[in-house]
């Protein structure tokens, strides 16, 4: 049972424009929720985070919303760059320890 | 070294072999994880330590055995792996015990090829 779920494996987006990457949980429990993001032949770093508390998270180029009552989360980029170009992964937390991670969507910004 | 370092980053082994996948983290964290990665599933957590104890264990065949000696240093013992064991085996780190949610630095990976 996939609890977080990146229902687009990729994305592409003309650079300057907004890109949306989506995101989808199941457990209700989740309180705390993330955004990696991934560059071929690196590991995976923290991008955004948001608490369940709020229901939007602002970082420079980057937004999270957060829609409890559809239990959907959403990270904006805007405006795209060419090297926004990865993989992004959505993260949900009930624990300190326990974060459960969604497959990934892979974003190509173009040129 | 900066970050959380894994070495190595490739291994091709076969079904017979003992290999051992080591990660180092020079961020001064008191946990850390093992994550496997297959193509097209989400990242899956193996392992944690947390004070160089183990906190979880994710229903890993024992043939994965975690080995943490001190708090910046991981270990990963492969034994009779099979090539379903092919995939991404990423390390991470983080501090934990401050009261808040803290994020995982990953390492970045080692890729698996169990022949």
């Known amino acids: 049972d996939q609890q977080v779920k990146q229902n687009s494996p990729s994305l592409s987006v003309q650079e300057g424009r907004i890109s949306i990457l989506n995101c989808d949980y199941t457990?209700?429990?989740?309180?705390?929720f993330l955004w990696y993001k991934k560059y071929p032949a690196e590991g995976p770093t923290f991008l955004i985070s948001i608490s369940s508390i709020k229901d939007k998270n602002e970082d420079g180029r980057f937004t999270v919303f957060l829609n409890k009552s559809a239990k959907h989360l959403s990270l904006h980029i805007v405006p795209s760059q060419p090297g926004d170009s990865a993989v992004y992964f959505c993260a949900a937390s009930y624990s300190y320890q326990k974060v459960t991670f969604g497959t990934g969507t892979k974003l190509q910004v173009i040129p | 070294e900066t970050g959380v370092t894994q070495t190595p980053r490739h291994l091709v082994m076969g079904m017979t072999n003992k290999k051992s996948l080591k990660c180092e983290q020079h961020l001064g964290h008191n946990a850390m994880y093992w994550y496997k990665q297959s193509a097209k599933k989400p990242l899956e957590l193996m392992f944690v330590?947390?004070?160089?104890?183990?906190?979880e264990n994710n229903s890993v065949p024992s043939r994965f055995s975690p080995e943490c000696p001190n708090s910046s240093h991981l270990f990963l013992h492969l034994h009779t792996l099979q090539p379903e064991d092919s995939a991404l085996y990423l390390c991470?780190?983080?501090?934990?015990?401050?009261?808040?949610?803290?994020?995982?630095?990953f390492g970045p990976g080692t890729r698996l090829t169990v022949l």
């Open positions: 457990n209700s429990m989740f309180d705390y």
């Open positions: 991470a780190s983080s501090q934990e015990g401050t009261g808040k949610y803290n994020e995982q630095f």
């Open positions: 330590y947390s004070l160089e104890e183990r906190v």
